[in-house]
């Protein structure tokens, strides 16, 4: 009797989800979170299938799983992320992406706050998708300087700052 490998090991199933995901394959790395869903009901890996829907360009399959998540973990950084990154690039609803970063900052501050590196990505990855909005960019702006507080001999946390100031 053949086993699968994820009747074996969940984590061999990532690895190779990973795994197919540096060698591109997004498509091919989408289909195993759903075949552990099946396997595992219980299970739901969607904070995988949600960054393959994402690397496929797939929005709106990407902002529907990403609500799943939140509707199951209102605090899943993953899923709050793809929420404000859907509500800039695809909506342009700069107002609301604004309160959704607020939200996301929050959360950063209450399950991550120690972690420089999330707070600088997150200034980085959110202010250079807006357009210059301000509203995005005065939320940025205390990403960056958070990571700023919790590191301030970075230098790369301080160039980001300035690259704020100047956005």
Partial sequence: MEHSPAKRNIDAVFGK????ELQKDYEGANGLPNQLVVKFP??????EKVKNQLAL???DQAIKTASRIVAMDPHCL???K???LSLICRAGNYEEAS??????????????????KLFVES???FSRVCGRNEAIL????????????????SADYMTELGFQCLL
Avoid: H, M
Wanted: proline share 5%; net charge negative; aromatic share 16%.
């Fill in 17 to 20: 989800v990973r795994f197919l």
């Fill in 42 to 47: 219980t299970f739901t890996p969607l904070v």
């Fill in 57 to 59: 360009l797939d929005w």
């Fill in 78 to 80: 993953e899923a709050l």
């Fill in 82 to 84: 793809v929420k404000v």
């Fill in 99 to 116: 309160l959704n970063l607020r939200y996301f900052y929050g959360n950063v501050e209450k399950f991550e706050p120690k972690n420089c």
């Fill in 123 to 125: 200034a980085q990855i």
């Fill in 138 to 153: 005065a939320e940025t702006y205390c990403f960056a300087e958070r990571a700023i507080q919790l590191d301030p001999s």
